[in-house]
Structures are given as C-alpha cells and as structure tokens.
C-alpha cells in the first residue's frame, strides 16, 4: 500500500547486522528499532473466538491494543488482516431474514467505522511513523485516490424485448396493483412511443464523455429460474448490445442467484457462453446476489479462475465491509493461504445511496473520496443501467452522482 520495497526475515543476526531502516514484529523488541508488538492472531491457525475492545490511536479507532509505549500501539498487521479476510463472517454469526451477514454485527459498525476507510488511514498514519524515524522514507504528501464506477445490468429491457407471457404478467401485476401509471407507460413503450427505461445503453458515451472514469459493465448472462428473471440470452438485441459495449468499455461477468446455488456447473455455463459470444476471456466477475457465504462464494470464483473480484461491499448498506479502499487479495483459511483472487471494495451501491436517509447522498460519496489518504484507495461506486434513464436528468440523485464523476 505505501510501495516501499522490503525484505523478511526471521534470523536475528542478519536483523542486527542491517543497518538501514527495519522493523521488528515480535513479542519484545531486539534493541531500540522501530517496533510492533505483535498480537496472537498471525501466529494461530484456525478461526478462534476474537475479544476485540476499542483503543485509539489519536483519533483513530483500534483494536488488539498491544504497546502503549511503542511506536504502533497496537497491532496493525493482526488488525488489518482481522478486517480484510472478513474473519468474523468466517465464524457463526447471526443471519439476515435473507441469509446475508448482517453489518450490524459487525465491528465496524459497532466501534462506528464502517464509512471510513480504516486501514488506509491506519497505514498512512503509520506510514508517517516510519517516516519521522527514518530520513530514507519520505511521506508522500501529494496523494491521489481514485473513484471507480461499475455499471451492472442485471435485467437489459424492463418491457421491450420480452416475451408475450413476461409482459401479461407485468400488466395483470400493475392492474391488480391499481399502478395505471406503471400500465400506460408500459404501453407507450410496447408501440414504441417511449423508450424502454432500461435501455439507456445508446447514451453511455454521452453520460461519460466528460468525465476521467470509465465505467466497467457486468452483464447478467443466464437463462430465467425460479430464482430470478433475467433478459433471454438468445436475445439478438441483447447480444449486439453486449458486443458493442464490449468496444468502448471493459466487460466483466455479472452472476446468477442460480449460480451462487447450484456453482458447480450453472457459473462455468455462464462463463463460457459470454466468452463465447464476446470473444475474450473474462476474468472480472461481480456476484448479483451479494456475498451469501464468504468461503463458499470466493472458493467457487477462485475454482473458475476468475482473478478480479468486485463484490466485498454490502448490497444496501454503504462503507467498507473489509475495512479499505484498496484492492486485496483474498485469503482462505481452509487452505491457510492467499488466493491469486483480488477483491476491489465497494464502498456503496445504488441501492444504498437510496436508501439514505439525507437529501444529499452524494456529499457522503464525496466525504468519503475527500478520506482516502493513499494513492492505491479507490472510491468504488455500483450504479444499474436503469440509473442512466435520460428521462430522470432532473433527478437529484443521478445528477448528483453524475456531477461527482466528473470533478
């Protein structure tokens, strides 16, 4: 994170016998080097019932307190790894009425950080440490985070493009509702007098064109199941429109329920046939579902060699689930080892943003951007394709959000 080249070792005469800048992590210090005492989360194996109370560090908030006196009061490796491989969600928990982790249980939101970007700030923090002690690392002061935007596309047509018995099923849905707004504007577009809603894939360049980001699209590439509806694959209109998103942006794939479910064989179809029909090997994956089972769902990614992840958020709660801003590598502790599988953080999806309680969710975005302290945080947004709807520019939201990209 702070791109300092280093060496490890365990041999205390090779330690001694350096003479530039170290660090020791042990229980006691060697002699009067820069200093971690370390707490005994590293050096266990296994998942172990974690006491966890809240120090700080200034004003920062921390755990496994461990040196008072010390350059680092506290572990910063044990606690930086507690949060990033989610050891809590690797322990019984209890679930949500939809079976997810609930971030309420969480630490974060218990000691009141899940909206910071806390081991970013712990490290830069620490990064400052090292830098009053030693004159050969200089803290880098002009730092800049990046923001990120992922557009996924979970259903491609709310109305056209469907088949006659999806359609009846909608309108009998908006009569028995009384909706007739819902039914008349569903009319309008089936005689082709309004544009489908979710069809907003035409204006992407113009949603983009002044901004630095360029979003990277996840499509949903599977047949309906009981599970969820999805937008047919056979669809000619679908298929042109995920070859030519295809050749303005980067494509990753975007995962059934049934997948998350059945992984075994449904997510290497669905692999394999938007391969198929882009002609690229996809790489990038994103699950539509959430993270059900932490183990479970990176273990069956890992296993269809997926190598970018972008799902360690929460689907309707904004923060950072595993504590940072910075794409991590995922490490599974039945194999007690790293996976070659990154994990970019999501720090809100639109779903949360809307479901703030606050005029302007957008400042919160912009709060958090205004956070990040390294050059390797990202401020990682997911918007759908409906959000770009062109009929809803005078939405407060959406101009936001569209505002906020292009600073």
């Given amino acids: 994170m702070l791109m300092i080249n280093f060496d490890l070792t365990t041999k205390v005469e090779i330690f001694v016998a350096h003479s530039g800048p170290k660090l020791s992590y042990s229980n006691k210090p060697l002699g009067d080097e820069f200093f971690v005492k370390s707490h005994l989360l590293l050096?266990?194996?296994?998942?172990?019932?974690?006491?966890?109370?809240?120090?700080?560090?200034?004003?920062?908030?921390?755990?496994?307190?461990?040196?008072?006196?010390g350059n680092c009061p506290f572990d910063i490796f044990a606690a930086s790894f507690f949060l990033l491989s989610r050891y809590e969600e690797c322990m019984p928990y209890l679930k949500t009425?939809?079976?997810?982790?609930?971030?309420?249980?969480s630490i974060s939101m218990k000691f009141d950080f899940l909206e910071l970007p806390?081991?970013?700030l712990w490290v830069s923090k620490f990064q400052e440490?090292?830098?009053?002690?030693?004159?050969?690392?200089?803290?880098?002061?002009?730092?800049?985070?990046?923001?990120k935007i992922l557009l996924e596309v979970p259903l491609a047509f709310r109305y056209s493009n469907r088949s006659f018995l999806?359609?009846?099923?909608?309108?009998?849905?908006?009569?028995?509702?009384l909706n007739f707004k819902q039914l008349i504007f569903q009319i309008l577009v089936l005689i082709r007098f309004k544009n489908d809603p979710f069809d907003t894939f035409d204006f992407w360049k113009e949603w983009f064109e002044k901004s630095s980001i360029k979003p990277q699209v996840f499509f949903l590439f599977s047949q309906s199941s009981s599970y969820q509806v999805t937008t047919s694959i056979f669809n000619l209109r679908f298929k042109k429109i995920i070859k030519k998103t295809g050749d303005f942006f980067s494509l990753g794939l975007l995962t059934s329920i049934r997948a998350q479910i059945d992984s075994k064989k449904q997510i290497l179809r669905e692999k394999n046939d938007f391969q198929k029909l882009t002609n690229r090997s996809i790489f990038d994956v994103r699950l539509s579902n959430g993270i059900l089972n932490l183990r479970k769902d990176y273990e069956m990614l890992?296993?269809?060699?997926?190598k970018n992840d972008y799902s360690m958020g929460y689907l309707d709660q904004i923060g950072f689930r595993a504590g940072t801003a910075t794409p991590y590598y995922f490490y599974d502790f039945s194999r007690e080892s790293q996976l070659s599988l990154k994990l970019t953080p999501i720090f809100?999806?639109?779903?949360?943003?809307?479901r703030i309680n606050n005029p302007f969710p957008v400042e919160k975005l912009?709060?958090?951007?205004?956070?990040?302290?390294?050059?390797?945080?990202?401020l990682t947004i997911v918007l759908t394709n409906a959000f770009l709807d062109p009929n809803l520019k005078n939405n407060n939201l959406q101009k936001g959000l569209l505002n906020f990209i292009s600073d």
């Fill in 43 to 69: 050096f266990e194996q296994g998942i172990t019932t974690q006491k966890l109370k809240l120090d700080f560090w200034d004003e920062l908030p921390i755990f496994f307190l461990t040196n008072t006196e």
């Fill in 366 to 378: 912009r709060a958090a951007y205004e956070m990040l302290p390294l050059n390797s945080s990202i």
């Fill in 302 to 306: 890992y296993e269809n060699e997926f």
């Fill in 97 to 105: 009425n939809l079976g997810y982790f609930d971030p309420s249980q």
């Fill in 348 to 354: 809100a999806t639109e779903e949360s943003l809307k």
């Fill in 166 to 177: 999806e359609n009846l099923e909608d309108f009998i849905s908006s009569i028995w509702k």
């Fill in 129 to 147: 440490k090292l830098a009053s002690n030693f004159q050969q690392i200089v803290k880098k002061r002009n730092h800049k985070a990046s923001k």
């Fill in 118 to 120: 806390i081991i970013d």
